[in-house]
């Protein structure tokens, strides 16, 4: 875990539950209020799942409420959760709600109880496990969150698909035309079409813990939920790679900068990238990532001006294989 600042004890020593958080007139509003839109634009004119704040995103089990991380509804908050992990933007927020409304959406008209959902996306009560091994590519499953995310579990797979069917834009009929979650996109169409009027089965829901019942303090908060991933890094042996990727020594003057620098830079959108095309958790591969970052740091590898994006393009491809690696065989690197 990352060293907190100086300037943050103030904010790190305060219960959770002491520091005022609401959603209304917050920074997370208007994308809850962006949701609810959408889903009156899609016909679910009797659907309006409640959102509150929460340790994660989620659903709790069969509620049809929708967890958000409690960070999003302050900016210093958020300032300190892109500091010590990585902060959702604005795409990346609305993908979770599209996703979590999908789950609320299950829950609100039990649709998980029906034999057309366990036909189609299968048994609700199927072991859900954390770690699980996808099929890249798999044309029966939509693509929406990183890692392969629809093939985790049934109920994942509809929250997929209903996001994939809710989002703007998305074009799912010519998307996805020949694939076998189409058919899935339809069924979710068809009951948005037939329930659009209906009050759902299951109202209000309930919520597990909220940020009024978090008695932690931030810091304790970040130390029990940052994980340790430096098991998983420690057969790593990158140097020799890395060598060969950046510039050691060069005579040049002008043109060029540390290696570390650029990749700091790219951090994010390397991370997002292996994560979304491979599958693997993603505080791992910013534990890869960050990791090679240190490496060539502590390398002093330089990289050139005119090659950078080439620089990106393969340390994002020689990350990609080491996640696959590690997603295949259980290692980055085997003996």
């Excluded at 509620?63 to 992990?85: H, S, T, W």
């Excluded at 604005?90 to 036909?119: P, Q, S």
């Excluded at 069924?187 to 009027?197: N, Q």
């Excluded at 090659?307 to 590690?326: D, G, I, P, S």
Aim: glycine share 6%.
């Amino acid at each position: 875990m990352q060293p907190f600042e100086g300037h943050d004890q103030e904010l790190l020593s305060k219960p959770i539950k002491e520091l005022g958080l609401r959603i209304e007139g917050s920074p997370i509003e208007k994308y809850v209020l962006r949701l609810y839109k959408e889903l009156e634009r899609k016909g679910l004119k009797c659907f309006r799942p409640r959102c509150y704040l929460t340790d994660e995103w989620g659903c709790p089990d069969q509620e049809p409420v929708i967890g958000i991380p409690f960070y999003l509804a302050d900016r210093k908050l958020a300032d300190l959760e892109k500091r010590m992990n990585d902060l959702e933007d604005e795409r990346e927020i609305m993908m979770y709600l599209r996703h979590e409304a999908g789950h609320a959406f299950n829950y609100a008209y039990e649709l998980f109880k029906t034999e057309d959902w366990k036909t189609l996306f299968g048994p609700f009560r199927r072991p859900y496990r954390d770690r699980y091994r996808p099929v890249p590519f798999s044309r029966r499953y939509v693509r929406h969150m990183a890692g392969w995310y629809a093939q985790k579990h049934p109920d994942e797979d509809f929250a997929e698909t209903f996001a994939v069917w809710l989002t703007p834009g998305s074009n799912w009929r010519r998307k996805y035309k020949g694939w076998g979650a189409l058919h899935k996109l339809r069924y979710v169409d068809r009951i948005a079409r037939k329930f659009g009027s209906v009050p759902p089965i299951k109202g209000l829901g309930e919520t597990d813990v909220t940020v009024d019942e978090m008695e932690v303090t931030l810091e304790d908060f970040y130390r029990e939920t940052t994980p340790d991933e430096s098991q998983a890094i420690a057969d790593l042996a990158l140097d020799t790679d890395l060598i060969d990727i950046f510039v050691r020594n060069t005579r040049r003057r002008n043109g060029v900068r540390p290696a570390s620098e650029l990749l700091a830079e790219r951090r994010k959108e390397i991370t997002d990238k292996v994560t979304y095309w491979t599958g693997v958790r993603r505080p791992l591969v910013k534990k890869l990532v960050d990791c090679m970052i240190d490496r060539v740091g502590a390398l002093r590898l330089l990289a050139l001006k005119e090659r950078e994006t080439a620089y990106v393009v393969e340390v994002t491809a020689y990350a990609t294989t080491l996640a696959m690696n590690y997603l295949t065989r259980g290692k980055f690197i085997q003996p």
